[in-house]
């Protein structure tokens, strides 16, 4: 596998970017891997030191997925609410919208940091951002099921 960044802008400004390996790209889709360097946690979901990271981005969607992994076991998937999505072999460079939501093994979701939305949000970007929160709570099975065929057909998962 190939390194790729994967270069997250914050509403705030703020530019993170996470040393990846890619996995899979074309010009409209790609798959990025990532190992969660320390014990994290997401929601009150513990991800151990050494979970592995897959990262799914479509260039025409709002959002994009991870999911979790750790010793062979899914922990949970995680959709982000995203726009700009740009990808090429090296970079997978995105602006985040705060707005996420948590997907745990049983298939229970969660919408997590609305709290967290800039009270001077435009409001074209708040129906964008709810939008999207409702099309993810309307279809995350199905996508889910595109995310499990993708893992068999690129990561042998």
């Known amino acids: 596998m190939s390194y790729c960044t994967e270069e997250k802008h914050l509403l705030n400004g703020q530019i993170e970017q996470y040393h990846c390996d890619l996995v899979y790209f074309s010009d409209d889709f790609g798959i990025l891997r990532y190992i969660v360097p320390e014990d994290r946690e997401v929601a009150g979901l513990g991800l151990p030191k050494g979970t592995i990271t897959y990262g799914y981005y479509w260039k025409e969607r709002p959002f994009l997925v991870y ?4 010793q062979g076991k899914q922990l949970g998937s995680y959709f982000s609410i995203i726009d700009r999505l740009q990808l090429n072999p090296t ?3 995105y602006r985040d919208l705060v707005v996420d939501m948590l997907i745990d093994i049983n298939l229970n979701i969660r ?14 970007l708040l129906s964008y951002i709810r939008d999207a929160a409702n099309f993810i709570q309307e ?4 996508v889910l099921t595109e995310v499990t065929n993708k893992s068999q057909s690129y990561l042998n998962i």
């Open 67 to 70: 999911d979790w992994y750790y």
């Open 111 to 124: 919408a997590l940091d609305y709290d967290e939305l800039p009270s001077d949000c435009d409001s074209i």
């Open 139 to 142: 279809n995350y099975k199905a």
């Open 91 to 93: 970079r997978f460079s």
